[in-house]
Structures are given as C-alpha cells and as structure tokens.
C-alpha cells in the first residue's frame, strides 16, 4: 500500500556516508511507490546547492570527466528523476535560516524553503518518519 | 501486560508493543557505543517486541564470520533478526559466504518497507 515516509536529515555535503545511506532509503521508498517528504536541517541544506562543480584530482592525474567526482545535487536530481518517473511526490524542504546561515540559497530545481514546522507537518501527515541526526 | 513475540519474528498484530528495526552504521572495533545500540537490541527483543538489526556501512564488518563480534552473536542468540546490507558488503569485499551463520544479506529496501508498514526505525 502507498503511503508517505518522511526523512529528516542534518550532515552537510561531503561528511558523512550516512546521507548516502539516507539517499538510498528514499529511492528505495519511491522505486516501491511510495511517496517521499524530505526535511533538510542544518549542513543538510547545503546538499542540494545548485553551484557544486566537480573537480579533476592532479594527485591522481585525473581530469574532471575521469574523476567522475560525486555530487549530492546530482543525486538528489536523480531522485526527483525517479519520483517523476514512477507518478509519485518527492517533497524536498530546506529550512531556511540555515540556508541564509550558510549562503546556500541556489538550490536545484524542487526544492523549497521551509521552516522546522513543515517537518512537524510532514511528520503528522506521513505514515512513518526516520530522522539522521548529526553526532 | 506485553505478549512476547516469536523469537525472530515479526510482531504482526499480537501484542501493542512496537516493533523495531535499529540501523547501525559503525563497527564496535571503531566506536564503543556500538555495544550499547546492541544492548539496546536486545534489551528491546526481551521486552517483547520483534527487533531487527540492520548493518549498514562499516556496520557490517563485524558480521564476517571469524570476527570478534560476541555482541552481535548475543543478539541473534535473543532473537533479534540481524541483517546486513548487501551493497555495504559488496565494497567492503565481504562474500554473502563470508557472512556469520545468522546474519542475512538484505537489501536496503527492507528499511523502507518497514517504515511503510509502521515499524519505529532509528538510525543509531
């Protein structure tokens, strides 16, 4: 049965494997039609900032296209790809002070500005939640 | 009063205790609370509700077998259902052969589906 799960998550780009556990969770979540509200707090909001660039790595000789270095605005896309793809709803919140905080107002196409109270929200309206804080 | 559930299984509708699934993303090598999630576990399994223990990241490397891992054989031996990511397997080079007896593979759709079916999930 459909419902709608919840994702709260708090580590800035870069840091921490567990957003890409996170990340992984939710494409599971929409590739069994479920639909996803995600809830970005703190570093997290930097995760969909719209001016990440790959680089090339002169230590290891690479170019840009060679490094294939990872984007979390990628993947995020992705994802928004995917809920497209399978007619479901990927709700994609930054709360906004940290945003003005950190300078990180770009984001990529979905995702809006919000506050801690669209989390309560989304929690009392969804079917679960799971939250990644930072440690 | 709680009635407990089947050892290892789900909690499906016997009892109002809730049922858990905890994920674990550390090594006890590495981190010492790592102990006390397992605790938690099994403190949890013996309280009367179903509780998996999902192994994600370096949180599978205690389940090779031959490791020192007697925390995690004392969860199994509760009856927590102890699973490990197989993706986090795959880079870390551990074989679906080279897993302990009692610890099984599963993919991370598993998570979602028991956040669908209203399991209180924590990522520990």
């Known amino acids: 049965m459909t419902t709608t799960l919840t994702f709260a998550i708090m580590d800035a780009p870069f840091e921490n494997s567990r957003t890409v556990t996170m990340f992984r969770i939710m494409e599971a979540a929409l590739e069994a039609g479920h639909d996803v509200n995600v809830f970005a707090y703190e570093g997290a909001v930097a995760l969909p900032f719209a001016r990440q660039a790959p680089h090339a790595n002169a230590v290891h000789g690479r170019d840009t296209a060679a490094e294939n270095h990872p984007l979390p605005r990628v993947w995020i896309e992705a994802l928004f790809a995917l809920a497209a793809a399978r007619g479901r709803k990927l709700d994609w919140v930054n709360c906004g002070l940290c945003v003005d905080e950190r300078g990180v107002g770009e984001a990529i196409a979905g995702v809006r500005r919000g506050t801690p109270v669209d989390f309560w929200k989304m929690s009392v309206d969804s079917g679960n939640t799971l939250t990644a804080g930072t440690r | ?124």
Request: hydrophobic share 45%; proline share 3%; charged share 20%.
């Open chain 2, 1 to 124: 009063m709680a009635k407990a559930a089947t050892a290892g299984g789900p909690n499906h509708g016997e009892s109002d205790v809730p049922n858990y699934l905890l994920i674990e993303s550390r090594d006890h090598f590495t981190s010492q609370v790592v102990s006390g999630h397992l605790e938690l576990a099994v403190g949890l399994r013996r309280a009367g509700s179903a509780v998996v223990l999902y192994l994600v990241q370096n949180g599978v490397l205690p389940c090779r077998a031959g490791a020192d891992s007697g925390a995690l054989h004392d969860a199994l031996a509760a009856g927590v259902e102890v699973l490990a990511d197989d993706f986090s397997l795959r880079e870390r080079g551990i074989g679906e052969r080279d897993v302990a007896r009692g610890v099984k593979p599963a993919s991370i759709g598993i998570v979602a589906g028991h956040l669908a079916d209203s399991w209180k999930v924590m990522f520990l």
